[in-house]
Nanobody
């Protein structure tokens, strides 16, 4: 599975962005997709994940109610809608894919087998 993350950019505090994660090489229908982010000097951290069917989602506590993850399996794409952005949301955002065996939300970096290249989100104050 090849993943391509896009949609990052420079936005002011309170603004919105929608990130996309497009897959090629394989249909995403069997995969859970996660979004992670990494700010300079920090470890990569979990942001959100969605099950293969789209029926189950899970979010990092600090982005609940602010970010929304969704997917369109027909388009082989997963989205992360980010609203009310804050300076602390500045990071490189990565999407990742993991085979979904239905065991629960996948929130750890090591649980994902495939990674995209990342897209930079900068929130300016």
């Amino acid at each position: 599975v090849q993943l391509q993350a896009s949609g990052g950019g420079l936005v002011q505090v309170g603004g919105s962005l929608r990130l996309s994660c497009a897959a090629s090489g394989r249909n995403l229908g069997s995969y859970a997709i996660g979004w992670f982010r990494q700010a300079p000097g920090n470890e990569r951290e979990f942001v959100a994940t969605i099950s293969w069917s789209g029926r189950r989602t899970s979010y990092y506590d600090s982005v609940k109610g602010q970010f929304t993850i969704s997917r369109d399996n027909a388009e082989n794409t997963v989205y992360l809608q980010m609203n009310s952005l804050k300076p602390e949301d500045t990071a490189v955002y990565y999407c990742a894919a993991a085979l979904d065996y239905g065991v629960g939300a996948l929130r750890k970096v090591y649980e994902y087998q495939y990674w995209g290249q990342g897209t930079l989100v900068t929130v300016s104050s």
